[in-house]
């Protein structure tokens, strides 16, 4: 079953087998996004900083700094990114991991693009691109996997995310979707023309967790590293 599923500025699609595995994800979710918000509130520089973050415990005194923090600033400081350019796949990941630990072996979460997943079958997950010939017309097919796969797509041309790039669609496949997702924008930020693709994927080649990647720009389609088979849909 697929399931759409909509908190403040979030929204999400999340597919199960089972009802109550969706429950636990939108849980999953209401809850990390409390964290965030609460942490958010007492640091605001969190929210709209272009550069690493770095927070001292001693900012937060004796409570606890949320995990949906630590795990966006972990994944987006190896790009020497903002932090918010990881909270959509950070959101899916805690909600896949809550599903998993539910009992799921078929769940995934697509936040605006930025899919986790685990699944017990092979499935295809499909790149928007806007106006780009690929666009909705290729997939890629992710064999049966029980450890977590992260699938993002990053764009400087589709949605209102900040990018400094023009690539119609950078998608990094990783073993975690707050990587991914950090990973999408760093590689999207590199594109700025069709010269530039080959030399893009310097910023993510070197980050142990990343697999593979693709690059949509206009016509063009690169790829690096070990990514899934790409399947073409028909027409």
Not at 6 to 24: N, P, Q, S
Not at 31 to 47: I, M
Not at 137 to 158: D, H, R
């Amino acid at each position: 079953m697929r399931e759409s599923f909509r908190l403040k500025e979030t929204f999400v699609w999340i597919t199960a087998d089972e009802k109550r595995y969706v429950e636990v994800a939108k849980n999953a979710l209401t809850q990390r996004r409390k964290d965030l918000e609460r942490f958010v509130r007492w640091h605001p520089y969190f929210l709209v900083t272009l550069e690493s973050y770095q927070v001292e415990e001693t900012e937060v005194g004796t409570a606890t700094i949320p995990a949906i923090v630590r795990r966006m600033i972990e994944s987006s400081e190896k790009f020497g990114l903002g932090p918010m350019s990881a909270v959509a796949g950070t959101l899916a990941d805690f909600a896949v991991e809550a599903m998993r630990d539910a009992g799921a072996t078929y769940a995934m979460v697509d936040n605006g693009g930025d899919v986790a997943l685990i699944s017990d079958r092979e499935i295809l997950v499909g790149i928007y691109a806007g106006e780009s010939p690929f666009s909705n017309k290729i997939a890629l097919k992710i064999k049966p996997s029980a450890s977590m796969v992260g699938i993002c797509t990053s764009s400087g041309t589709v949605g209102h995310s900040i990018s400094f790039g023009h690539a119609d669609a950078a998608t990094v496949i990783s073993n975690s979707a707050s990587l991914s997702d950090a990973a999408a924008t760093a590689l999207c930020n590199s594109v700025t023309n069709a010269h530039s693709i080959s030399t893009a994927f310097h910023s993510i080649n070197q980050v142990e967790g990343i697999e593979g990647a693709l690059v949509i720009y206009k016509d063009k389609l690169a790829t690096w590293g070990r990514i899934p088979e790409i399947a073409r849909f028909n027409s």
